[in-house]
């Protein structure tokens, strides 16, 4: 036994030194590689009808089969597009084996199951009946062991062969088309969608167990990965949170701002589970309590294919969770996952950067909410302003950190914030993004703050307790003034109330080994065009830049358009169903409109598709990722600090390899039947500098048709491609 434990020991501080090594200095987020799959670049109305080939006729369920086959098709093809899923990855190639593993005496099945890793942060993983099963990396990270998600396979696999999803999708129909009293409205109806769901999850439960134990795979460790969906909600890890992470030897911040007791994890397994897709986790427990004993534990492994390729798949995914969270604008949840990533790999500039970013971000947002010149975004752009969550709702350790940055004042803050990125910076001086954040963080501490360099003291707390509080510390400007002036003893008397309230404002010294860099001196001398403290003008500093997203002309020569958004709906039933056959073709009769158009205007057209891919196309795969990760946290951005958004210099590569900053994305949603409307929208971004330039929307009752919305692209299209005179 010691031996055994000795080998598992060496076997740890092994893994433990692979990871370090790895991630002992930076990370780059993953991508996806090598060849497209197949299914992915397959037409989704192509894909459909050989399907519904098979659907045998006369059946009751026919149709409603072939409503949900066409609707499938087309969700998965837009997932396979979305730029979430990774394949060729070293995720999805951990996954598979261990799915290899599990069905290893069930080859079958096996070839039936098609499962992908996605960039999502939530603690899920699904599945659909044509065999795709999808693992978030927020479950990956999340995970103790490989047999852990080896059961969760095993309950996805079970939904895929019980085809759980079309199942579903016909009782729903019933349920819509049911004739009931009216006392059985629209509540009974989604009751029982939650019951008929509930079923569902607790076959894939127990028939999920039942293949799981067919495998080596330890089976005690099933009531553990309950955990892991109770508890989900949390961090990965819960260290405790030290005040000293924002803290060095010149700034201190107050113990009142440090939480002294943290709420306790509240999670109770037992919820009210009566609006749930899911069953709560004592009745899952429940189902399969009986069934978790076997008299071969001690044999079973949780670790067949490797521990050490395991741990390594749950690092990536942690890392990849910490940009996942800035792109969500999860902005505390990036600052605690890499809190915790740094305590392992305290050298690592991305986490360094993560932190940066977030901080920067926060910091920014406190700004626009108190300028009143800022422009809110209607219609489909976000203008919602980011704001901490109430620490009251966070549970456990890292309530700290919530509580902490939310009671900072908005100059506290940017002065934490900034010491925080102006450090990293001088640790990795190579790093653009941590160059560009030190330098906007000084910007906002001067133009929105009103804080200068004479504001900071260039002494520590301890030097200046320790002067006698009736010496003046004479500086550059007024060394030359007289000992016994009115002026002078005006100046001690100010000094001695200063000392004495030495602990009340502490970010006066958070700079003062910065000051005695002539770099950062450098840099915020040039934030303040020269000025050392606040003129007694304001509009001397202060400069009201008109913006505005109406701007008649732009004089654009050439511009990348994306794939338009088409959706047809027509009402059935009293219900409103997407007719996509008819979608797609509009997308191709609106793209056909907006090159006719540009041609006319002589407008360069740079068509940036993803409908005619080849499997070989992986570069173009991962652009259109990137525009679409963009565009998701543009629009979640509102009208604010582009600079800091996720993929800003990648963007910045896409448009040096177009030759064009500017991004354009239209659409069309027509409905028809009991009504006619239509609504249009055309949007134009500088994907360099994240500016809106251009937002409108056109809505009509009239019928979609050819010559309505040529006029709506042609005078949008005008408008970016003429000049003001």
């Not at 769901?197 to 028939?207: L, Y």
């Not at 900034?418 to 653009?432: G, I």
């Amino acid at each position: 036994m010691i031996k055994i434990k000795f080998s598992s020991t060496l076997l740890l501080i092994f893994i433990a030194n692979i990871l370090a090594a790895q991630f002992e200095n930076d990370y780059t987020p993953l991508k996806a590689s090598g060849n497209i799959p197949e299914a992915f670049v397959k037409k989704a109305k192509e894909t459909s009808e050989e399907e519904i080939k098979t659907i045998v006729y006369g059946t009751s369920d026919r149709i409603a089969k072939q409503q949900f086959t066409v609707a499938n098709n087309y969700f998965l093809r837009e997932l396979f597009m979305s730029g979430e899923i990774l394949f060729n990855d070293p995720l999805t190639i951990y996954v598979n084996k261990v799915a290899d593993e599990l069905l290893k005496n069930n080859k079958s099945v096996r070839d039936q199951i098609k499962i992908y890793v996605t960039k999502t942060a939530a603690v899920n993983a699904y599945a659909f009946d044509k065999g795709y099963i999808f693992v978030n990396v927020g479950l990956l990270a999340q995970l103790e062991n490989e047999a852990q998600l080896a059961f969760i396979l095993s309950h996805e696999i079970t939904h895929v062969l019980k085809k759980h999803s079309v199942n579903q999708y016909i009782k729903n129909i019933k349920l819509d088309n049911s004739i009931g009293n009216y006392e059985r409205g629209g509540e009974d109806k989604v009751l029982s969608r939650y019951k008929f769901s509930k079923e569902q999850e607790t076959e894939a439960d127990v028939e999920g167990l039942a293949m799981f134990k067919q495998s080596n795979y330890s089976v005690k460790t099933v009531n553990r990965a309950f955990d892991v969906m109770q508890y989900s909600y949390l961090p990965f890890e819960l260290p405790e949170f030290k005040k000293g992470f924002f803290e060095n030897e010149y700034l201190i911040l107050p113990d009142t701002l440090f939480l002294k007791k943290t709420s306790e994890i509240k999670a109770n397994e037992d919820y009210d589970d009566s609006k749930s897709t899911h069953p709560n986790i004592r009745k899952r427990r429940a189902s399969i309590d009986s069934e978790l004993k076997v008299p071969d534990e001690a044999s079973r492994k949780k670790y067949i294919v490797s521990e050490e390729e395991f741990k390594k798949v749950r690092e990536i995914a942690r890392f990849e969770l910490c940009k996942n969270y800035l792109v969500e604008r999860d902005y505390i949840n990036a600052i605690y996952a890499s809190y915790i990533l740094l305590e392992k790999y305290p050298n690592n500039t991305y986490l360094k950067r993560t932190i940066a970013q977030a901080l920067y971000n926060i910091s920014t947002n406190k700004t626009y909410r108190r300028n009143k010149s800022s422009i809110s975004i209607s219609g489909s752009i976000s203008s919602k302003t980011y704001s901490i969550p109430n620490y009251d709702k966070i549970e456990g350790a890292s309530q700290r950190i919530y509580y902490m940055l939310d009671n900072l004042k908005d100059d506290e803050f940017n002065v934490v914030a900034l010491s925080y990125v102006y450090n990293a910076h001088k640790q990795h001086p190579n790093d653009e993004s941590l160059s560009m954040f030190s330098d906007s963080l000084l910007s906002q501490l001067v133009n929105v703050n009103s804080l200068y360099l004479n504001d900071f003291s260039r002494y520590t707390k301890t030097e200046i307790k320790a002067m006698d509080t009736l010496k003046v510390v004479v500086s550059e400007e007024n060394k030359d003034e007289e000992e016994d002036s009115k002026y002078s003893k005006i100046k001690k008397e100010q000094q001695k109330i200063e000392i004495e309230n030495v602990d009340e404002n502490f970010i006066k010294y958070a700079f003062v080994n910065f000051l005695k860099d002539d770099d950062f001196v450098q840099r915020y001398t040039k934030a303040a065009k020269g000025l050392t403290q606040k003129p007694s003008d304001k509009t001397a500093t202060t400069q009201n830049k008109k913006n505005s997203y109406d701007e008649p002309l732009l004089g654009i020569d050439k511009v990348i358009f994306l794939d338009p958004f088409y959706q047809k709906v027509k009402y059935q039933n009293g219900s409103e169903l997407v007719d996509f056959y008819e979608s797609e073709e509009k997308e191709s009769f609106l793209s056909n409109i907006q090159k006719k158009c540009a041609d006319k205007l002589q407008l360069e057209f740079i068509s940036f598709s993803n409908k005619n891919y080849s499997t070989t196309d992986i570069d173009l795969y991962n652009e259109n990722a990137l525009i679409n990760e963009w565009l998701g946290e543009r629009f979640r951005h509102g009208n604010n600090n582009f600079e800091s958004m996720t993929c800003y210099n990648e963007m910045k590569s896409i448009s040096k390899k177009y030759g064009t900053p500017y991004i354009a994305w239209s659409g069309v949603y027509n409905s028809k039947g009991r009504r006619n409307q239509n609504t249009y929208f055309f949007i134009v971004f500088n994907i360099e500098s994240g500016e809106l330039l251009k937002f409108e929307t056109r809505y009509t009752k009239s019928k979609d048709n050819k010559d309505l919305i040529t006029s709506f692209v042609y005078n949008s299209l005008m408008h970016v491609k003429k000049k003001e005179k």
